[in-house]
């Protein structure tokens, strides 16, 4: 048995290597952004997790808020999970994209999963500006079309 213990030890250090999928040569990306009001964002990209997180904090360092990005092969975000300062789940976003590769829809979840409703991007011409309608958990339309393009 002692000498199985080595070989057992060496086994168990190396089969998370041989499992998971190899992410070398795409490092963990950090970004910080200050802001004129002494507030704060990191945003971490972690290839491995398949995540991308930004945290929101205050001039003193506190965190305000947080929002988790799951990321697909091409690490471009497929939803997100919007927490609170002390880390609770406040509501969830699924993204579901159009031909182009654009957020055409974001359905929204409460933090047990209840519809919650959604954001629908109407894109008309431009690429990257879209107007923007939202919908209740009931389908109807919550904001009056303003023209408005984000």
């Given at each position: 048995?002692?000498?199985?213990l080595?070989?057992?030890?060496?086994?168990?250090?190396?089969?998370?290597?041989?499992?998971?999928?190899?992410?070398?040569?795409?490092?963990?990306?950090?970004?910080?952004?200050?802001?004129?009001?002494?507030?704060?964002?990191?945003?971490?990209?972690?290839?491995?997790?398949?995540?991308?997180?930004?945290?929101?904090?205050?001039?003193?360092?506190?965190?305000?808020?947080?929002?988790?990005?799951?990321?697909?092969?091409?690490?471009?975000?497929?939803?997100?999970?919007h927490?609170?300062?002390?880390?609770?789940?406040?509501?969830?976003?699924v993204?579901?994209?159009?031909?182009?590769?654009?957020?055409?829809?974001?359905?929204?979840?409460?933090?047990?999963?209840?519809?919650?409703?959604?954001?629908?991007?109407?894109?008309?011409?431009?690429?990257?500006?879209?107007?923007?309608?939202?919908?209740?958990?009931?389908?109807?339309?919550?904001?009056?079309?303003?023209g408005?393009?984000?």
């Open positions: 048995m002692k000498t199985l080595p070989l057992l030890c060496a086994l168990s250090l190396s089969a998370p290597c041989l499992l998971a999928q190899d992410y070398s040569g795409e490092p963990i990306k950090a970004t910080t952004h200050k802001y004129p009001d002494g507030t704060s964002s990191t945003s971490v990209t972690d290839p491995e997790k398949r995540t991308m997180e930004e945290t929101f904090r205050d001039s003193s360092g506190k965190t305000l808020r947080k929002t988790v990005y799951p990321l697909n092969d091409q690490n471009i975000a497929r939803g997100a999970i927490y609170d300062a002390k880390g609770k789940v406040i509501y969830k976003e993204y579901v994209f159009d031909a182009q590769g654009r957020i055409a829809e974001s359905k929204l979840f409460t933090w047990d999963n209840q519809p919650k409703g959604k954001r629908v991007m109407i894109y008309e011409g431009s690429k990257n500006q879209a107007r923007i309608e939202d919908y209740n958990e009931y389908g109807q339309l919550i904001t009056p079309p303003s408005k393009k984000h």
